[in-house]
């Protein structure tokens, strides 16, 4: 991203691709971010930080992406009262994390919107959890909160309320339609039903100890949360995880990328009527989590990956017996995959389904394995690779029809590619050194650093933002899910479609609640 006419001055930020950074005056950081928008840079984050014990009030930060790396933007506050620019007209998705910056730290930017987003009256609204001076209450009790939905009016016009609480076991979120028949003409999402006060925690936490937190922000992306978190803190000590550490990180991430997609492909399946398929892909899923326990100890192999490598070295029965299952398993999906193709009732539901225009995934910042499928070709382990991944050629999986047919193929396709890199870094992880360690432990941090760590997950990218405290503790921790950007695209992507067909939308995408609400 060239900001060079700005005359700004970046700095390198420690982080395992490369990553600069600024400070900008209210001024610079509305030029700054125009100049990202016209570049085709992506907006990653928008969050908030308290630096009044440092003298610095309150700070805004923006980062944004494109093939050169990562600029993060920091923006401080010259006030408590004081405002920053709207982004949200440049980079639409920044509307809700401005929203949920307010919310947490009480700092608000010049937009119109002002709604709440993660704050549903759990707490004074004139309280702020992320702020270094607040105190959490027992005595609270919880209020009853009027969110200020959008209504579409005429003739005909209906409005369904679904959720928060779903029929199935789901994590919360209410979903108002606004509809003509079957027909939606506006769908608006309301989450934070799952807020954990996951950032404040992290304060009362070591660095080395953040990990196993990390990999709980969403349990379907523990393995990215950890590399990622790892990233960061290996960045901020400057040390680099023993050469087997990162192969054993990339054969997890991956196998964590199968089992997502084998559960969503038969989920789709299920939703578009074909039970057939839910049966075949959830045996399948389960076989992979059985191996998972054998090989990492845990069916979903939290705890595996942690700041300066692995928990665990995998013995190389292991890594045999995961390839030939990448051998079996390329098989059985092949087979159903050429059911699904062939079967008339099942494409009669994807195709034209829940569209998202290369356009307006542009438009909209659609990230990931979604925007794969609506031509965004932007994948970590291609465009950024980190060890091992730069060894391994990862064929990028790009589509452009954008619909659910397309999301289909995109997770076949890099099912396909994961089930081919488990083989790889199976047969080619380098041994361990002569100890035998696959972990080396943090040294000392200084205070008040700021680092970065980027892993591509399986939903998209997951960032972990990550700032040293005193004597080896966290100052201030900020996981963010892919899910923030692709969350408003859903509502663009039902429209004009029946309301029957959200589930086999809404699933085509799977985002994440709980790395949403944090």
């Not at 939290?302 to 928990?311: E, S």
């Not at 050429?338 to 994807?350: K, S, T």
């Not at 050629?393 to 396709?413: I, L, T, Y």
Request: proline residues 6%; glycine residues 8%; negative net charge.
């Amino acid at each position: 991203m060239n900001l060079s006419p700005l005359g700004l001055t970046l700095a390198r930020v420690p982080c395992a691709l490369p990553a600069r950074r600024a400070d900008v005056s209210a001024a610079e950081l509305i030029a700054a971010a125009r100049a990202a928008s016209d570049q085709g840079a992506r907006l990653v984050a928008l969050w908030a930080s308290d630096e009044r014990d440092l003298d610095r009030g309150f700070r805004i930060h923006v980062l944004f992406a494109d093939d050169d790396g990562l600029v993060l933007l920091q923006h401080r506050l010259p006030g408590d009262d004081a405002r920053y620019p709207d982004l949200s007209e440049l980079f639409p998705a920044a509307n809700r994390m401005q929203r949920a910056a307010y919310d947490l730290m009480g700092v608000a930017p010049d937009g119109d919107d002002q709604r709440p987003w993660l704050w549903l009256a759990a707490w004074p609204i004139d309280r702020f959890p992320l702020r270094r001076d607040f105190v959490a209450s027992p005595q609270w009790q919880p209020g009853e909160e009027e969110y200020a939905f959008v209504r579409v009016e005429g003739d005909g016009v209906h409005e369904i309320p679904v959720g928060p609480v779903h029929a199935g076991i789901i994590e919360p979120g209410h979903f108002r339609f606004q509809v003509v028949g079957e027909k939606v003409l506006r769908l608006e999402e309301r989450l934070g039903y799952v807020h954990k006060g996951i950032e404040k925690r992290f304060e009362a936490m070591t660095l080395a100890d953040g990990v196993r937190l990390a990999g709980r922000v969403s349990g379907d992306s523990t393995v990215a949360y950890a590399w990622a978190y790892a990233q960061a803190a290996e960045a901020l000590a400057g040390v680099v995880p023993p050469p087997r550490a990162a192969w054993l990180r990339a054969l997890a991430l991956e196998r964590e990328r199968i089992a997502n997609h084998l559960g969503d492909l038969g989920y789709l399946g299920n939703d578009g009527g074909f039970a057939f398929g839910l049966s075949q892909f959830s045996r399948l899923k389960e076989d992979v989590l059985r191996a998972n326990q054998a090989a990492f100890g845990h069916r979903m192999m939290m705890d595996f990956v942690v700041a300066g490598g692995v928990a665990r070295d995998v013995p190389a029965q292991s890594l045999r017996a995961l390839a030939a299952q990448a051998d079996a398993l390329e098989a059985e999906v092949r087979a159903v995959r050429d059911i699904y193709d062939e079967h008339a009732g099942l494409q009669d539901r994807f195709r034209a389904c829940g569209r998202v225009t290369p356009e307006l995934a542009d438009r909209l910042g659609l990230a990931g394995m979604a925007g794969r499928a609506s031509g965004r070709a932007h994948d970590l382990r291609c465009d950024h690779p980190v060890a091992p991944y730069d060894e391994l050629a990862v064929q990028k999986v790009v589509r452009r029809d954008g619909d659910v047919a397309a999301r289909v193929a995109v997770r076949f396709d890099e099912l396909a590619e994961s089930l081919r890199l488990v083989r790889a870094i199976a047969g080619r992880a380098p041994p361990a050194d002569l100890t035998g360690d696959v972990h080396v432990p943090l040294p000392a941090v200084a205070a008040n650093r700021l680092a970065l760590g980027f892993v591509e997950g399986w939903r998209g990218p997951v960032l972990v933002a990550l700032e040293s405290g005193p004597q080896g503790t966290i100052r201030r921790c900020h996981p963010h899910d892919p899910s923030w950007s692709n969350w408003p695209v859903l509502e663009h992507a039902v429209i004009g479609n029946i309301v029957p067909d959200f589930p086999l939308i809404n699933k085509s995408f799977n985002l994440s609640y709980s790395g949403h609400d944090l």
